[in-house]
């Protein structure tokens, strides 16, 4: 399994940059073209992996050969487009093949001798910021590939469900007592049953968010760029995020967070492809007055879309973030359109002119409002199938009530929201100093106080969670991030106060997408890795305005001052990155509860690793049984990807609960045994007659008696 997972991993490794090389820009020159390529290259194989998973299971024949076949028909139509290009060109440059095959080699060994040359020259820090995150990188990529899945959310709901997928060859609604299974969107899981089904385990199912890290830092530095960041700008915002605690955790994990944030991240440096184009003579500053507009390439819109609709079909939250951007590069485009204008013709009276001025104008604003119909529609082949199932089963694109009321914010008051706003910045930006903390916390508690409210209403608190918790050690589900945060807060405000236009937007964007977090997700212990979107989109603005104070303090001869304030911003965050993958938890490097002191199976239980024996002992008893069919009886936290893993495989699980309207569970008469966990008192109320069931604790199990 884990070589056939290796070679998936190489095979895609290949295929991505051979589809950006197809795929690189022919616009014109564009900001870091080649990263760019590479994003598109993600965005449409991450689109063709959504539409294989909807496309088999609308027949119940997701199995590993339609998703071989699918991925046999992409490579293929890569080598088609890579072989395309190629020919094109070569084809305007004239002369022989051979000629031309030459030039083309002495032009590689240009670029090469001039990166060498450059990075011969690059200062003594680059080189210490590099070797930093190249640390932090390798770190990551061995978590990732030595540790078995082990998040909690995983063991629930995001890896049973695809087990399910496997099993019923469909990703239809099925009978569960976890809703989270059925009414969550399962973009995320959608890559990983690719994974599944092509290795037969989840050996690879932990580079999903590793590349997804990687690609999320690719379009952080490349909106730098956009943003007008130089080379350190560019430097700095990977340096940002590659050291930010919860992207390093998430990076080894099967949450789904990271590869929602990457998503959002691809949207936002095509938005800002719009503003940014050499076409524009007024450059990277939006909505300044221009002369002439090219109009923008049609390539847009099928990008944009794509992103949009794997924004959706992952994490709805990251829409919050797709809205205000998308309005942005909306309205961008009609501002401009108004001001677009053809060229007068030699000859032509301005009165002629006049009449062309206006007919550039209508054409270009209905090739705007025709984009953005193209951009819902392209979204909605990705997202569509997913809410049409929830429309089917639930009456609403949404989701059921539960979902929504669960993890949402359930008034409009503005006291109740505010006091939101402010708990989720102090979890964020918690920190070791616990009276810098609590004293942030006794102050939002005292404001809630102050206005009349409860600082945990229910409207806006995630169950009987309870206001403040510690969130600044590093665990994957809660690990603030205060120097990341603070330098995105700071750099958007100096976005806002100085502009030019471009940064101001993007500044707006960031700042009204914070702003709708706040006023519909519920704080939650768990709110830090709901904001990862958020993170890494204001990687950016913390990178430009890294370098940005750099070159006003060494302009101003202030260059001791510079070194300190970067230095010790920059060496607390190298700190903080290296102890989160040396002791991050559930995933480290050393100590005890390192990955190379733990067998697989105490890996997936770190969390609860008093749980371990009575999973193996119930499976094992099970298993001795010969049960063909096993029943699960469990509540909506438990875990239930253990009993996928532990029993024997072929053996077919089903739910003898259902919370899901119109699915009812499998008859007791129809299994051969029973495994349960946590809700041990209906486990027992639902054994059979002449069944012997076994009280393990957390975990229990029921068996025919004349099968022991």
Same mark, same amino acid.
């Given at each position: ?13 290949? @295929? ?22 590479? @994003? ?12 294989? %998973? ?41 002369? *022989? ?84 299974? %059925? ?137 919050? $973030? ?105 979890? $964020? ?78 500044? *707006? ?6 702003? @709708? ?192």
């Amino acid at each position: 399994m884990f070589n056939r997972a290796v070679l998936l991993v190489l095979w895609l490794l290949v @295929l991505l940059p051979a589809l950006a090389y197809a795929l690189r820009p022919v616009e014109g020159a564009v900001v870091a073209p080649m990263r760019l390529a590479v @994003l598109r290259s993600a965005l449409l194989l991450g689109a063709w992996a959504i539409v294989t %998973v909807e496309a088999a299971s609308a027949f119940d024949s997701l199995t590993a050969g339609a998703v071989m076949a699918a991925w046999t028909a992409a490579t293929l139509g890569v080598l088609a487009a890579v072989i395309f290009r190629s020919i094109r060109d070569v084809a305007p440059a004239g002369g *022989s093949l051979t000629d031309q095959l030459r030039s083309r080699r002495g032009a590689t060994r240009r670029t090469w001798r001039r990166t060498r040359s450059a990075a011969a020259a690059a200062p003594a820090w680059q080189w210490a910021v590099a070797c930093v995150v190249a640390i932090l990188l390798i770190s990551v990529g061995v978590l990732a590939i030595a540790s078995a899945p082990n998040n909690f959310d995983s063991q629930t709901y995001h890896l049973p469900r695809i087990e399910h997928w496997v099993q019923n060859a469909s990703v239809d609604v099925y009978a569960t007592d976890i809703h989270r299974q %059925v009414d969550l969107s399962p973009g995320a899981e959608y890559l990983l049953a690719h994974l599944r089904l092509l290795t037969g385990g989840d050996g690879a199912y932990n580079l999903v968010q590793f590349f997804a890290g990687t690609g999320a830092a690719l379009a952080a530095s490349r909106i730098a760029a956009q943003l007008g960041g130089g080379p350190m700008a560019q430097v700095a915002t990977v340096f940002v995020l590659a050291t930010t605690p919860e992207i390093l955790l998430q990076a080894s994990s099967t949450q789904v967070d990271l590869v929602a944030a990457a998503w959002v991240a691809c949207l936002a440096t095509l938005v800002l492809d719009e503003f940014t184009r050499p076409g524009d003579q007024h450059g990277p500053a939006l909505l300044e007055r221009a002369s002439y507009v090219t109009a923008p390439p049609r390539s847009d819109a099928l990008y944009l879309g794509l992103a949009l609709g794997l924004i959706a079909v992952t994490k709805t939250t990251g829409l919050l $973030a797709a809205g205000p951007l998308l309005l942005m590069w909306g309205v961008g485009r009609l501002v401009r359109d108004g001001r677009r204008r053809r060229p007068c013709m030699c000859g032509r009276s301005p009165k002629g002119c006049s009449r062309t001025n206006v007919s550039g104008a209508l054409e270009s604003r209905l090739r705007t409002v025709g984009a953005s119909v193209a951009v819902i529609v392209l979204a909605l082949v990705v997202v569509g199938p997913f809410l049409a199932r929830m429309q089917a089963e639930f009456g609403s694109p949404l989701g059921p009530p539960m979902l929504r009321e669960s993890i949402g914010v359930q008034t409009s008051d503005p006291r109740l929201i505010a006091v939101n706003g402010l708990r989720i910045a102090q979890t $964020a930006l918690d920190t070791p100093l616990r009276p810098v903390s609590d004293a942030f916390a006794d102050a939002i508690e005292g404001l809630a106080g102050l206005v009349g409210v409860d600082v945990n209403d229910p409207d806006v608190t995630f169950g009987t969670s309870t206001f403040p918790v510690p969130a600044w050690y590093p665990d994957e589900d809660r690990a603030a991030f205060p120097l990341t945060g603070l330098a995105a807060l700071i750099g958007t405000a100096w976005f806002l106060w100085k502009g030019p236009g471009l940064r101001r937007a993007y500044a *707006s964007a960031l700042a009204v997408a914070a702003l @709708l977090v706040c006023a519909t997700v519920a704080w939650q212990p768990w709110i830090n890795r709901l904001l990862l979107f958020l993170v890494v989109l204001g990687a950016p603005v913390a990178g430009v305005l890294a370098a940005g104070l750099a070159r006003a303090l060494i302009q101003r001869r202030r260059k001791a001052l510079a070194w300190a304030l970067l230095g010790t911003f920059a060496a607390t965050a190298a700190l903080a990155g290296l102890l989160t993958v040396a002791y991050g938890y559930p995933r480290r490097l050393t100590g005890e509860w390192s990955v190379f002191t733990l067998n697989d199976n105490e890996e997936r239980f770190v969390r609860r690793l008093e749980w371990l024996p009575q999973y193996e002992e119930a499976a094992a008893a099970v298993a001795d049984s010969g049960a063909g069919t096993v029943g699960l009886v469990q509540s909506n936290d438990s875990w239930e990807y253990p009993w996928w893993i532990l029993l024997p495989d072929g053996t077919e699980l089903v739910a003898l609960q259902s919370i899901v309207p119109g699915r009812e569970p499998a008859a007791v008469e129809d299994v051969e045994a029973i495994v349960c966990a946590e809700d041990l008192d209906e486990c027992a109320n639902l054994v059979p007659a002449g069944w012997d069931f076994h009280d393990l604790g957390t975990v229990g199990y029921a068996v025919p008696r004349s099968t022991r």
